[in-house]
């Protein structure tokens, strides 16, 4: 197994309430990272963790905040979900950056 | 700024045919390339990469990719393709800094028995 998690894997949300992703790895690698993809856009960085509480922005971090408490889990948290929020997410990890992403399998959210 | 271009958005090919994807990149310095498959419904596999000696690289079901400086480009091939390899394809150039990778659009493949 690749030893990445995300959850849930499916949610649907309204308009202007708060959500949570969750990503959780078991691989004790330093980096994480939070993509969204969109048709006809590819994944874009929404925010990333370099360590424990070390997170910077990426380039579609608006309406987006990130906690890194513990190694393993990096939360996504939307403060107050639009319809522009509706996406597929997904978080990578990555042991250093020779090394490529390991991908989790993604979190389908859509906002009504 | 690094940026990725996968011109092609679509591609089909008939089974047993060769295949390749290209990929552009632009990038301050020496890059660091990866290329990802994406099957439907499914996350991002890691293909192959290349960061630094041998420009030809191989990768995992049977791919390789040429890295060629002079043309800012990273192809990915394939000999002979089987209906299985028949998913999205992403090419990435990833920065020093955290290791942060930039994605190109994507290429979609389509293989024809």
């Known amino acids: 197994d690749a030893g990445i998690t995300q959850s849930p894997r499916h949610k649907v949300t309204e308009t202007g309430t708060p959500v949570t992703l969750r990503c959780h790895q078991t691989?004790?690698?330093?980096?994480m990272y939070w993509y969204r993809q969109d048709p006809g856009h590819g994944l874009r960085l929404i925010h990333y963790?370099?360590?424990?509480?070390?997170?910077d922005k990426g380039e579609v971090s608006d309406g987006y905040s990130v906690s890194r408490s513990k190694t393993e889990d990096f939360l996504l948290t939307l403060e107050s979900a639009t319809s522009s929020q509706t996406s597929v997410y997904f978080c990578?990890?990555?042991?250093?950056?020779?090394?490529?992403?390991?991908f989790g399998s993604g979190t389908r959210l859509t906002v009504v | 700024a690094q940026s990725v271009t996968q011109p092609d958005i679509h591609i089909t090919v008939s089974e047993g045919a060769s295949l390749e994807l290209r990929c552009n990149y632009s990038?301050?310095?020496?890059?660091?390339l990866f290329w990802y498959v994406q099957s439907p419904g499914q996350g991002l596999q890691l293909l192959l990469k290349?960061?630094?000696?041998?420009?030809l690289v191989q990768g995992i079901k049977g791919f390789e990719a040429e890295f060629k400086r002079s043309q800012s480009s990273f192809n990915l091939r394939k000999p002979s393709v089987h209906w299985s390899d028949a998913a999205e394809y992403f090419c990435a150039v990833g920065a020093t800094n955290a290791g942060k990778s930039t994605f190109g659009d994507g290429t979609t493949l389509t293989v024809k028995p």
């Open positions: 990038y301050g310095a020496t890059p660091y």
């Open positions: 290349y960061f630094s000696g041998d420009t």
């Open positions: 691989e004790n690698h330093r980096y």
């Open positions: 990578a990890i990555s042991g250093g950056v020779d090394y490529g992403y390991t």
């Open positions: 963790s370099y360590g424990v509480k070390d997170t």
